[in-house]
């Protein structure tokens, strides 16, 4: 889901730091008994009311996470971090064995300097926690608000500098019910909560600042009225939060939840949207298909060329007796979508693997979606020494909100909430009160 990944500009200092808070507990899904409004729409964003009482009958059991722990994972790979405390003070984090150390002070287990802090050139308007491992690796791992992450995501989803508002508020309410049924998932399965700031989970590389110019200035306060404007507002399907999945373009048409992510149904219920019609992206793949080529600024078309290399990578990670040899689709969505494929290696035996594990073999940077429109040699015939050339059209995994479109629709004057209404069928506004640490 990852698109844009704009680097954070540089500024002198820290900017407008905010008093330090001390690192809490994720509380999510617990009973609240605290303040809040919860309030389903249907037409517009509910507007924010964190005084008002929440409505008897719906009191909710659900609640959100006060604060939540990004992982930094390219940090993660260092041998060192060096960070900028909130006071300005340069500090340095090294690997002690399977602990850490600050400076020059004796190996701990954890350390935590409070932030907000700077990382690299990213600001992070949290605290955050270095921990060692067994192979002296570090773990970076960022504690911050979940309306300043969400900020942060949605910084790094968009080109915020021409976004419209409904465009970004549509993203914060979309990347903050990711964020939540994440940790719920993760928990479920009794793994860490925390979030990784890579494509497994959302963009997130930092406090978006707008310091480099006045337009950097007015694009920082549209997105901080953004997140404003949604603030606490999830998607809700039924009692439950919505698997609020996201991509960059789905082709022509987004695909269901239930086929992308068959895992995450079969062993957690998740339920998630099902598939729509995409009009934006519709007119843009009639367009190209016209012009025999992608656009030139926006292409949803794209052409991946897989060498013998690539085959024999692919075939190793399902498998296979040696390369890939013959790649057909065994079950294909209503758009076109690839969900399970035919692979075969050298003894020719043809094997039915999910297309998404070719994907992840090959790399999501590479076979870009699933949306295949040919290869060449064409599906079903062997593959030679000449490789595979794989076209298609809309990149990610083409469920939920469809980000090419969003900008579209934002644009033609629809609301977030209409938006996101028709790239969640089903599912409804609401604002949920915060968890109490
Ligand atoms: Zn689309």
Redesign the pocket.
Known sequence: MTRIMPKPAVSGGLGRIRTAVPVTLLLLGIACTGPGVTRGVRGALPPARPGAPVPRATRARLALPARVAVELTSVARAPEVAIVDSTGTFRRVTAAGDAVRLDAEPPREEVIVRGPVRIGEALHRGDVRVTGGARGELRTIIEIGLEDYVASVVAAELPIWSAEPAELEAQAIAARTFAVTALRARRAAGADLVLTDGVLDQAYCGAYEGTSSAGAARAQRRLEAAVRATRGLVLMRGDSLEEARYHA???RH?ANFADVFADEVRELGAVGPTGVH?R??ATRAAAEQANGAPDATRPLGWIARLEPGDLERAGAALGLDGPVTLLAPARVDDAGRWLEVHVAGPDRALRVEPFDDLRAAIGYGVLKGSAIVTTLPRPGRPIGAEGLTVQGRGRGHGVGL?Q??LRDLAREGWSAARILRHYYPGTRLERLPVARD
Do not use: I, K, L, N
């Open positions: 373009s789905c082709g987004t995409c934006p992206c469809c090419e479109a």
